[in-house]
């Protein structure tokens, strides 16, 4: 923590570039990029979105649980304590974000109303641009 910041906050968790960003990116399909690199959140969030895309919430769900989980532990491996800034700004950071909205997409898809409200809140508290970025503001 910088002596300079905010001393109630924990600095912003920024996490590393996921090489399997470039390949989505690249055009590459989701579901063979999930299988060649399965903590991807990025790869997990472009099949939740693909799958919420098609109209298959129940997938999208599993999809996105499994990115958000998987961002989960990227993030606590890089000094994420379950809370404090995760901007939307640092590329590397959206496919735990966009992991995230899709699971909140999903959850409102099956009505699980109190999992969207703390999603939504975690998206909020983790960077307040995050949420219309991701068309969920």
Do not use: C, Q
Request: hydrophobic residues 40%; without cysteine.
């Amino acid at each position: 923590m910088s002596l300079h910041g905010n001393l109630l906050e924990p600095d912003a968790t920024r996490l590393p570039v996921d090489p399997a960003a470039a390949e989505l990116a690249g055009g590459a399909d989701p579901a063979s990029v999930a299988a060649a690199n399965p903590s991807s959140s990025f790869a997990w969030a472009a099949l939740a979105e693909r799958a919420l895309d098609a109209g298959d919430t129940v997938a999208a769900y599993a999809y996105a649980r499994t990115g958000y989980h998987r961002s989960l532990d990227a993030l606590r491996r890089n000094g994420w304590k379950g809370f404090g800034p995760v901007p939307w700004a640092h590329e590397p950071n959206r496919g735990f974000l966009r992991s995230t909205g899709a699971l909140l997409r999903a959850a409102e898809g099956i009505g699980e109303t109190p999992e969207v409200e703390r999603l939504r809140t975690l998206i909020s508290d983790s960077d307040p641009e995050a949420l219309g970025a991701l068309g969920l503001g």
